[in-house]
C-alpha cells in the first residue's frame, strides 16, 4: 500500500487526540461535582482547549514546513502527555485547566502537520477527498472510543468521586506510544518547502490567504460548522443527564451515537464525494440536519425522571437527536478539501494555520454561547438555536462554491 506507514501514523495521531479533544464536554459533566464548579465555569475548558490552538497556529503555521511536520507531531505528543500524568497526580480543576491548555497547544502543531501531509502522500484531487474524509472519520472513531473509555471510569454511585481521573494513566500510555511509532516512520516532507521565500514572507503568504475571498468565504463557513458541532458535542452529556434525565454514565455513553453518526457520515461520505459534486451533497445535509433538530428536540419536552431508566425505554430524543450527526459528517472535510486542492502545495500549511484558527474560534464561541443559553434557558433553548448558524452556511457555501471554480478554473 502507497505510504502505508505515514497513512497509519496519521490516523493514529488524529485518533489519539480525536480522544483528549473531544474529552472536554464528558469532563464538563464530571468537574461540576468533582471540583465544585459551576456552569460558567466549567465551559471555559473549551476556551482553555481552542484559544491556544488558535493562537499557536497562527504563530507557527507558516513555521513547520522548516521545523518538521514529524517533528512537530512528535512535540505534540510528548506535551499532551505530561499532562495526562498529571491529571491523576495533583487532581484539582487548575490541573484540568492546565491539561486542555497543553491539548490546545499540542493539536495546533499536530492538526497542521496532519493536514499539511495529506496533500504530499496524495496523487489528486479525488485521493485527497476520500483521504481527508477517511482520516476526519478516524478522528470521529477515537471520539467515540473516548465516549466508552470515560464512561467507564465514571461511578455512578458516587457522582463527586475522582475515580475518573484514572483514564489518564491509559491515555498517558497511548500518547507515548504513538510518539514512538511516529519517530520510527520516515516520511519525505521536501515537497512542502518553498524555495527561496523567508519565513516573514510565508507568514506574510498566510495573512494575504484570509484577505483573498476564498479565504474569508472558506474561513467564515468552517467557523460556523465547527460553532454547531462544538456547541452540541460538548454540551450533549449534559443535556442528556439534565433534559433527558439519564444516569452519568449512559448520558456520556449517549453522546458516542452523536460521534458514531459523525464517523459513519464521514467513512461514507468518501464514496459519496467520489460520484457527485460536494456543493449539493452538502446543501441536502445542512437542510436535513435542520430537519432532525425540528423533529428530535420536541421529544424531549416533558421527559420525567427515572431512576430505573434503561437503553429500552430511553427518551426517544436519546437516539433521534444525535443523528444529525450523519448529515453534519460530510460538511468539514468537504470544504477543507476543497480549498487546499484549490491552492498549490506549499501553501496547504499556510492555509491549515487558518483552518485551525477559524475552527478553534468557532468551537470556543459555540460552547460557550451553548453553555450560556444552557443555563439561563435551558438544553432544548440552547439547540433550537442551532438553527441560525445552519441558515448562515447554506449562503456561505454558496459563495465558497463561486470561490473554488474562480480559483480552479
Request: proline share 5%; hydrophobic share 55%.
Amino acid at each position: 500500500m502507497h505510504n502505508w506507514r505515514i497513512k497509519f501514523a496519521l490516523f493514529l495521531v488524529y485518533f489519539v487526540f480525536a480522544i483528549l479533544l473531544n474529552s472536554v464536554g464528558t469532563v464538563i459533566s464530571l468537574v461540576d461535582d468533582t471540583f465544585g464548579v459551576t456552569k460558567l465555569q466549567a465551559s471555559m475548558l473549551e476556551g482553555f482547549k481552542d484559544l491556544p490552538i488558535a493562537i499557536v497556529s497562527f504563530l507557527v503555521a507558516s513555521f513547520l514546513p522548516r521545523f518538521g511536520f514529524r517533528n512537530a507531531m512528535m512535540t505534540g505528543l510528548g506535551v499532551v502527555t505530561l499532562g495526562c500524568l498529571a491529571m491523576p497526580l495533583v487532581p484539582a480543576f487548575l490541573t484540568t485547566k492546565i491539561l486542555f491548555l497543553s491539548v490546545g497547544v499540542s493539536f495546533a502543531l499536530v492538526k497542521v502537520s496532519v493536514y499539511s501531509s495529506v496533500g504530499l502522500i496524495t496523487d489528486d484531487k479525488k485521493e485527497h477527498a476520500s483521504f481527508m474524509n477517511t482520516l476526519e472519520g478516524m478522528f470521529m472513531v477515537g471520539v467515540l472510543a473516548g465516549y466508552g473509555l470515560f464512561s467507564y471510569f465514571v461511578d455512578d454511585a458516587q457522582p463527586g468521586s475522582p475515580v475518573w481521573l484514572d483514564v489518564y494513566w491509559l491515555l498517558a500510555l497511548l500518547t507515548a506510544g504513538s510518539t514512538l511509532f511516529i519517530y520510527f516512520t520516515p516520511f519525505d516532507e521536501s515537497a512542502a518547502h518553498h524555495e527561496g521565500s523567508s519565513l516573514a514572507e510565508d507568514f506574510m503568504d498566510m495573512l494575504r490567504l484570509v484577505i483573498r475571498p476564498i479565504g474569508y468565504i472558506f474561513v467564515l463557513s468552517a467557523f460556523l460548522y465547527v460553532l454547531i458541532e462544538q456547541g452540541i458535542g460538548t454540551w450533549l452529556p449534559t443535556f442528556n443527564s439534565e433534559v433527558l434525565h439519564l444516569p452519568p454514565s449512559m448520558s456520556i455513553q449517549a453522546t458516542s451515537i452523536f460521534a458514531a453518526s459523525l464517523a459513519l457520515g464521514r467513512f461514507s461520505a468518501g464514496a459519496i464525494m467520489a460520484r457527485f459534486d460536494w456543493y449539493p451533497v452538502l446543501n441536502v445535509c445542512v437542510l436535513a440536519v435542520a430537519g432532525l433538530v425540528m423533529v428530535s428536540l420536541p421529544m424531549a419536552d416533558g421527559v420525567v425522571p427515572n431512576a430505573d431508566v434503561t437503553w429500552f425505554d430511553a427518551p426517544a430524543a436519546t437516539y433521534i437527536f444525535p443523528l444529525i450527526g450523519l448529515f453534519l459528517a460530510p460538511i468539514y472535510p468537504a470544504i477543507n478539501s476543497a480549498v487546499l486542492t484549490a491552492l498549490p502545495t506549499y501553501q496547504h500549511s499556510e492555509m491549515t494555520g487558518l483552518i485551525v484558527i477559524f475552527s478553534a474560534l468557532g468551537g470556543t464561541t459555540g460552547s460557550m454561547i451553548t453553555g450560556a443559553v444552557f443555563e439561563d434557558f435551558g438544553g432544548s433553548t440552547a439547540f433550537y438555536l442551532s438553527l441560525v448558524p445552519l441558515a448562515l452556511i447554506l449562503l456561505t457555501l454558496f459563495l465558497f462554491k463561486r470561490e473554488t471554480v474562480k480559483a480552479t478554473a
